[in-house]
């Protein structure tokens, strides 16, 4: 198990992190989400060791991981911390990278696990083209394999797909997450793709204003979000007050909803007017402003004009999911 515990930490005189706790399994796999800036990076290379704490302690099984203060070589030798800059070697070949790390005692396996590992990134192809003329995304994933090639028992990665273009993201992501899982690999995440968190993690925590606010299940703190924060970082959402979507209920609390949960009507519910429309494909992201003027997102069918007034409905089961944490909001 790998415990963090009431870990503080700051850059000189801006605290990042507070009395942060977090326990995680061997074999389970975790995302750490928030808003650019809440410290997630931070968390990562204090687990790594890279750096030292200010208060706390972190510990993988009974072994304290301490920072540069207490080592000379920073960095947990059964860790693994696939950083947003890449850490390879330019000027030898993508094979000669993703080796560099195996016994070369054995060489057919040497062959074997580096071809192996070549096609869980999908870059086969290039295995004997120089590094430094690759691409910003397939460097990343190079990166990716050598840390593979190590076999640690935690793995954290910082945004691990970030230059990756959408076009192979998403098999990238089955290829390496199913890996991590089989392997049991312990993997601590940092991201805000929402896609690296929803089909893949055990567990999110979500880290705002230097502390944990959450941390259930994905699709559980999809479904019932605590906060709009929480909302904000699955889709746009937004605060309704549940009176005006059920007027026959009496109370003045708000729900969150998202803005695909919205059906536009033409003569009742929540009335808005439209702002701006942004096409997304199979439908439009429409911008509203409700009559007190708050902004409210909805998906529609059609391509809204702007200053026309619709009506908004939400079914009534994700209201009445949505009332019972709604007290806690
Ligand atoms: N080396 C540093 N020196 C001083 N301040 C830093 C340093 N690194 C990060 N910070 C600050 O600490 C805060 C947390 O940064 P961090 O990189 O951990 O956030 P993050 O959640 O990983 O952000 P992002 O999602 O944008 O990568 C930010 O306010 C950042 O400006």
Not at 27 to 34: C, F, K, Q, R, S
Not at 171 to 196: G, M, P, Q, W
Not at 215 to 238: D, I, T
Not at 274 to 291: C, D, R
Request: hydrophobic fraction near 40%; charged fraction near 25%.
């Amino acid at each position: 198990m790998l415990r963090v515990e009431n870990l503080s930490f700051s850059y000189d005189d801006l605290e990042v992190l507070s009395f942060i706790d977090i326990r995680i399994q061997r074999g389970e796999h975790v995302a750490i989400i928030g808003e650019s800036g809440c410290g997630k990076s931070t968390l990562l290379k204090l687990i790594y060791g890279l750096m030292d704490l200010e208060h706390g302690e972190i510990f993988w099984e009974d072994e304290q991981i301490l920072g540069p203060a207490y080592n000379l070589v920073p960095g947990a030798p059964f860790m693994k911390y696939l950083s947003q800059d890449f850490d390879l070697m330019p000027f030898i070949t993508v094979a000669e990278n993703i080796s560099q790390y195996l016994s070369v005692f054995y060489p057919d396996e040497l062959k074997q696990r580096t071809q192996e590992l070549l096609e869980l990134i999908e870059l086969t192809d290039f295995a004997n083209k120089k590094v430094k003329t690759l691409s910003g995304g397939q460097q990343q994933r190079v990166a990716l394999a050598r840390v593979l090639a190590q076999k640690p028992e935690v793995l954290l990665l910082d945004e691990p797909f970030g230059h990756i273009d959408n076009f192979l993201k998403n098999s990238l992501r089955r290829n390496i997450f199913n890996y991590l899982k089989e392997n049991r690999i312990t993997t601590i995440v940092a991201t805000h793709d929402v896609h690296d968190v929803l089909p893949f993690a055990d567990r999110a925590v979500v880290l705002s204003n230097k502390e944990v606010i959450a941390r259930a299940r994905p699709m559980e703190l999809y479904r019932n979000p605590k906060s709009l924060y929480v909302a904000s970082l699955f889709g746009e959402a937004s605060m309704i007050a549940i009176d005006v979507l059920k007027t026959y209920a009496n109370t003045k609390r708000k729900i969150i909803v998202y803005a695909h949960e919205f059906r536009v009507s033409p003569s009742s519910g929540l009335q808005v007017t439209v702002e701006k429309a942004y096409p997304m494909g199979s439908h439009y992201l429409t911008e509203s402003k409700n009559e007190d003027g708050e902004t409210v997102f909805f998906n529609a069918e059609q391509l809204l004009p702007k200053g026309k007034v619709v009506y908004l409905n939400v079914a009534i089961e994700t209201i009445n999911q949505r009332i019972q944490e709604a007290t806690k909001i």
